[in-house]
């Protein structure tokens, strides 16, 4: 089985500071990773993915993630956060266990950034 | 490239009346799409997985009978909420999956549509 917690539920921040959001999974075979962003009333828009190789990934907007096999974790970061980056984050995650076919989301992080 | 759509974006209907919900890949073919509900400032929780020309597959707790899936096409899976009741009132947001290929296993994401249900 796959799983993702998101261990915040909402980061408060201040502008041009920098942010991370933290995503850990669980799974027990070979996984990929996702980001999104979700803003009011809207679909997610993909930030960013991790399928293989360079751990060290960067997506859209700035933001960039690492993938850490043995802490399990996909945190996502960005140096200097602007007023439009406030939204939900989502991290995702798919397993060979369900074929790469379905994802499982976490709870989702609510980044509020403040000038 | 890779362009979801649904319609409508948001409906309000009454309670025992039946809603159809649309998701279509706009320039992509989509053997397999995904529909999903989220209740305010929670996660997506995966309802079903369409795939086209056969029956879909329901998460386990998902009412089959209620939520009828339809993928009769590559570029169109639909959702009808039957006898709809004022619970079922929430988010509903389809993926798609590009059945060439392209960008790999992932999902591309519609905007939702708003279910409000009187």
């Known amino acids: 089985a796959q799983s993702v917690t998101q261990l915040d539920s909402q980061v408060p921040v201040f502008e041009e500071a920098p942010v991370e959001l933290r995503c850990n999974y669980s799974?027990?075979?070979?996984?990929?990773l996702f980001w999104y962003v979700q803003y009011p009333n809207q679909g997610l828009q993909l930030l960013l993915k991790y399928l293989s190789g360079s751990t060290l990934v960067k997506g859209i907007n700035g933001f960039e993630a690492e993938f850490n096999k043995s802490q399990t974790s996909f945190h996502l970061r960005k140096p200097s956060v602007h007023i439009s980056d406030t939204a939900e984050y989502f991290c995702a995650v798919t397993s060979a266990s369900s074929g790469y076919s379905t994802l499982t989301f976490g709870k989702g992080t609510m980044l509020l950034v403040s000038p | 490239g890779a362009v979801v759509s649904q319609h409508p974006s948001w409906v309000i209907c009454k309670s025992g009346t039946s809603v159809k919900i649309e998701c279509r890949s706009l320039?992509?073919?989509?053997?397999?799409m995904f529909w999903y509900r989220q209740f305010p400032k929670q996660s997506l929780m995966l309802m079903a997985t369409s795939n086209e020309g056969s029956k879909a597959t329901y998460e386990q707790g998902v009412e089959k009978d209620k939520f009828l899936i339809n993928h009769a096409s590559l570029t169109l899976s639909t959702l009808t909420v039957t006898s709809a009741h004022p619970e079922d009132s929430s988010f509903y947001i389809c993926?798609?999956?590009?059945?060439?290929?392209?960008?790999?296993?992932?999902?591309?994401f519609g905007p939702g549509t708003r279910l409000t249900v009187l």
């Open positions: 799974s027990s075979v070979s996984v990929y």
């Open positions: 320039d992509f073919q989509a053997t397999t």
């Open positions: 993926s798609a999956r590009d059945s060439g290929g392209g960008g790999g296993n992932e999902q591309f």
